[in-house]
């Protein structure tokens, strides 16, 4: 009997995997391509989801956390993210990571966009939160995290991530989204009018 599958128009003949860790496992997939040519194909499995946090004040200002990116090897400004584990409840995951990176809690949270990060050779996929009437507290990053906090407005946020200064995907996607939605009227009126207003860039 042949352990041959269909995945779309692919038909897979063959898998094995090759690596594992904590965070991620990969498979290489012996396939039929399409078109009728035989290949492989390599997938990268995340072991959690991709959580995003877009945390806004009275104000219009949101935190950015600062800290060097290993697998680039560069320094990224980033909104609040992490790792949620696949099965529970992304918005808890959200909440504990917004507390970690920036100290900030919030007593409004509501679905801001979900998509696939890369979906060429990865499964991994973000679920992203807009949250609203802020807390400060103390921060507790993970002992691996060397982080900076700052603070700007909104608009000044958009600007980064028109301008290419920011390249971290979850933060680009959710800065865009929430302009679109507070543009449309998609969110709740205080927050549309707080990141539509906010001060200038120096």
Same mark, same amino acid.
């Given at each position: ?25 990969? *498979?290489?997939?012996?396939?039929? $391509?399409?078109?009728? *040519? ?7 499995? #995340? ?24 697998? $680039? ?39 801001? %966009?979900? #998509?696939? =990060?890369?979906?060429?050779? *990865?499964?991994?996929?973000?679920? %992203? #939160?807009? !949250?609203?009437?802020? +807390? ?15 603070? =700007? ?25 929430? $302009?679109?939605? !507070? ?8 927050? +549309? ?10």
């Amino acid at each position: 009997m042949s352990s041959e599958k269909k995945v779309g128009p692919w038909r897979v003949t063959g898998s094995r995997d090759v690596f594992e860790n904590p965070w991620i496992a990969i *498979t290489d997939h012996k396939v039929i $391509h399409p078109a009728g *040519t035989p290949g492989e194909y390599g997938v990268v499995h #995340f072991k959690n989801l991709a959580i995003g946090v877009l945390p806004v004040d009275e104000n219009g200002m949101v935190p950015l956390v600062g800290q060097h990116r290993f697998p $680039h090897d560069k320094y990224s400004w980033e909104l609040p993210e992490g790792g949620g584990t696949l099965g529970v409840d992304p918005l808890v995951a959200a909440q504990r990571e917004l507390v970690e990176e920036t100290g900030l809690t919030a007593k409004q949270w509501a679905p801001l %966009c979900e #998509f696939d =990060i890369s979906n060429s050779v *990865t499964d991994e996929r973000a679920v %992203c #939160f807009i !949250a609203w009437e802020l +807390s400060q507290g103390a921060a507790s990053p993970e002992p691996s995290e060397a982080l900076t906090v700052k603070k =700007i407005f909104f608009k000044d946020l958009l600007e980064m991530v028109i301008s290419g200064e920011i390249s971290d995907s979850l933060t680009i996607v959710m800065t865009l989204t929430a $302009h679109a939605k !507070a543009l449309r009227g998609a969110l709740p009126e205080p927050i +549309s009018a707080a990141l539509l207003a906010g001060g200038e860039r120096k």
